[in-house]
DNA sequence: GCCAATGATTCCCC
DNA sequence: GGGGAATCATTGGC
């Protein structure tokens, strides 16, 4: 370190201020060896004010207090710190300087594409993303899995607020802590010489440190994407046989419907809350209204394929629902014994009406 | 492991 | 858009 302020030094005496006059009038004690020729004497002014500097730490605090502040008023300063930093940017900074011209990082650029294409960084669509939709027709869903749609979009928003409210935090950090260290360079620059330019790096260092912190959170906000996708497509690809409550209620309404078995969207609904109800006991799941249409979908089309096999279930079911309808009949002739007469409990489901014929088209 | 059953998906038609 | 038909893919019993 001494050696390098030799160094500086010995440069020195030998450099030239350009546009800075050195002669007379300093604010310091005039140095010795004044009297000398022009150029030597500057050269023992510039020696002196160095060998000050060098020796300023040597010196109780007082003193050194009084030496800097005579030292920032000296009219030589100016040049003196022009000098230095010159000298600054010619060695080691220039050599770090050519480093900053970075590509664009790819990895971020992928991260960034990703978060774009996933609906978490740039403009919010309506809540949720294209890629909730893109999923959900990747999964070949119908119209209706608003149950997992909707779960889908708010674990989504939740990503992206909570990414928005860190990158949010990170940026603030970072100006706040840069705006801290050009101030602290700035107010260093009296004392020491600093170029803009080496303020303008290190503003530079400090983005890219900050930057890779951002980066660190986009990749972990994939992997959250990318988590959460393939949980929300792995749980729609995988096939659960409904429970037996569940089949009992769709068969049950399927064969007393076997004229028309074509349930309106009502019914629909009313059969998906009652299979849900039951399976929710059970299992722990939830039936939609699509998986309704699925379910009569592919019982209507496997029932009129094989009529036959579907015989013996058909008559198990009707005589099942014959007993329902003679109990809510026979409890319905008692309560109407016991109080005035009423009509007859249609029950909550529909009437039986099996038929020997099908009816399937 | 095989195979029937079954829920889901896709394509096509009306 | 709803339904039929074919097909896929998974489940569960043997």
Redesign the pocket.
Known sequence: MMEEQARMMQALSGVTLAGHSVQGGMGLPPPHGHEGTDGDGRKQDIGDILHQIMTITDQSLDEAQAKKHGLNCHRMKPALFSVLCEIKEKTGLSIRGAQEEDPPDPQLMRLDNMLLAEGVSGPEKGGGSAAAAAAAAA?????DNSIEHSDYRAKLTQIRQIYHTELEKYEQACNEFTTHVMNLLREQSRTRPISPKEIERMVGIIHRKFSSIQMQLKQSTCEAVMILRSRFLDA???????SKQA?EILNEYFYSHLSNP?PS?EAKEELAKKCSITVSQGVGTTITV??V??????????Y??NIG?FQEEANLYAAKTAVTATHAVAAAIQNSQANSPTTPNSGGYHTPCYQSDNR??
């Open positions: 999964a070949g869903g119908g119209a729609r690809r995988k096939r659960r046989n409904f089949t074509y969207e699509s998986q249409s699925n379910w009569f979908g592919n019982k209507r089309i496997r009129k394929k096999k399937i088209q």
